[in-house]
């Protein structure tokens, strides 16, 4: 027997939700692994994170697809008026699914924000670091010899010291 086109876009919904949730608890490990600088950790995040993130892609059009043949525009617009066209019980069930979905969906980009932002913090103290080694920080500064504050410091690579 066939699924109807409410019982595709259903199950597509209920996919998207699915792997959306695996997503976030992956969001989730990864940042703890990105405070306690776990790279092997991290390592293993973003190779799990990869293939979850292609599924949604493919979801994404699944759910497209459908709307569109179902004679619906896609997007937004093509999925509310999808829903205004069914029973009210039908109605009522995407409605609660597309919720879950885009509460998910919220947390998982508010978490890849966050760890997007440990990674630049990291990435700039890495620069900064490896910046002072090379005697190349432009942003050093100190106290002059007057107590004011100076940015002329003498700039001799620190390797150069050793």
């Known amino acids: 027997m066939a699924m109807t086109s409410f019982q595709q876009l259903s199950s597509v919904l209920q996919a998207e939700y699915d792997t959306a949730s695996q997503l976030l608890v992956i969001l989730n490990s990864e940042r703890d692994a990105l405070v306690s600088s776990e790279t092997e950790v991290i390592d293993k995040m973003s190779k799990d994170k990869q293939p979850l993130i292609v599924k949604l892609e493919q979801l994404g059009r699944h759910r497209e697809t459908l709307l569109q043949a179902g004679g619906f525009s896609s997007g937004k617009d093509g999925l509310d008026a999808f829903i205004a066209n069914q029973t009210e019980a039908n109605a009522v069930q995407l409605n ?36 002072i080694i090379r005697g190349r920080d432009t942003e050093i500064t100190s106290y002059g010899p007057g107590g004011a504050y100076s940015s002329q410091v003498v700039r001799q690579p620190l390797l150069g010291r050793v």
């Open 96 to 131: 609660n699914l597309l919720k879950q979905l885009r509460v998910v969906a919220q947390a998982c980009r508010e978490n890849n924000q966050i760890n997007g932002g440990i990674v630049n913090v990291n990435r700039q103290y890495l620069h900064k670091a490896i910046s």
